[in-house]
């Protein structure tokens, strides 16, 4: 996950509760416009939007759920708070799509072995556009929030409407070539959207469980936090350092070597400058430092 800039928690849980809002807004809107249109045009590649506005719909609406589990404070028997409730919800999402992709395959088969024509097509291209242009403003908001927070629930809501902006382009695609009589195109579009759909929930459920796994940060992220602790005065050595990530919140443990007879007031000193320095960087991050003498080296 790419670093994001410092902002309070409070701007966090606003603009977290805006994505969510907004997404489950825009999956409501979408799903009405193309279930009348796929009744209007009989459309497979129709019909595979309409799936994934559906699985869009209810993957945000647990989505909407998780964040605000997960904004909830830590309380005695979640000391780390429940951030991780939104890697839950990425893993949950990666499920919906899967089997989205599923359906679509077996609707996109189907019609290969069962051609029929499509019927208002002009009716099909109006309401694909429209929801093309829904699911860029839509991307477009939630992509301001993942540089702001870094959300891994909002990352995952992304890429399924990234997915279904994909989709709506296939889709008219195919509706474009069907107005001119290539009716063949449309199960093909279908099972081709279904490959993508499917490939995303991989995606999406391969970064839900390393943040379930607790994965370290990429090494350049590390780096700079040894960096920050190096540079305080007085500092020795770090070492030992450990990264994990709960939602919005990045725990870090470090070891760090001082000198032997340094007074315990200036080695807490230190610790706190160092504190100060990273989360300066890293606003909302929960740091522990272990203090050791310099001649025991590095354990």
């Not at 609406?61 to 429940?82: C, K, Q, T, Y």
Request: with cysteine; charged share 15%; glycine share 8%.
């Amino acid at each position: 996950m790419p670093p994001v800039a410092a902002i309070t928690a409070g701007e966090t849980a606003r603009l977290l509760r805006l994505a969510t809002y907004a997404s489950v807004a825009t999956a409501t809107v979408l799903i009405l416009a193309k279930a009348g249109t796929w009744l209007a045009t009989d459309s497979v590649s129709v019909l595979a939007s309409l799936v994934d506005s559906v699985m869009d719909a209810g993957a945000s609406l647990v989505n909407l759920l998780a964040v605000h589990w997960s904004l909830m404070p830590p309380d005695a028997e979640h000391r780390f708070g429940h951030g991780k409730a939104q890697a839950l919800a990425a893993l949950g999402q990666a499920t919906f799509i899967a089997g989205s992709a599923l359906f679509l395959g077996l609707q996109g088969f189907d019609r290969l072995l069962h051609p029929q024509p499509i019927a208002a097509v002009g009716v099909g291209l109006t309401v694909i556009c429209l929801s093309i242009l829904l699911t860029i403003g839509l991307l477009a908001v939630q992509r301001y929030v993942i540089r702001r927070t870094g959300s891994p629930a909002i990352r995952a809501d992304a890429l399924h409407y990234a997915t279904d902006l994909a989709t709506n382009g296939a889709t008219l695609l195919a509706l474009v070539f069907a107005a001119t009589g290539w009716y063949g195109l449309d199960p093909l579009v279908g099972l081709a959207i279904g490959v993508y759909v499917f490939a995303s929930a991989v995606r999406i459920g391969r970064e839900a469980v390393e943040l379930l796994m607790d994965r370290e940060l990429p090494d350049e992220e590390r780096a700079e936090i040894i960096a920050l602790a190096r540079a305080v005065p007085l500092v020795r050595g770090v070492h030992g350092l450990r990264t994990r990530r709960s939602g919005q919140l990045l725990i870090i443990q470090l070891h760090v070597s001082l000198d032997d007879q340094l007074p315990l007031l200036d080695a807490h000193a230190v610790a706190c400058e160092m504190e100060e320095r990273i989360r300066a960087r890293h606003r909302e991050s929960d740091i522990i430092i272990h203090l050791d003498p310099v001649s025991l080296g590095e354990e």
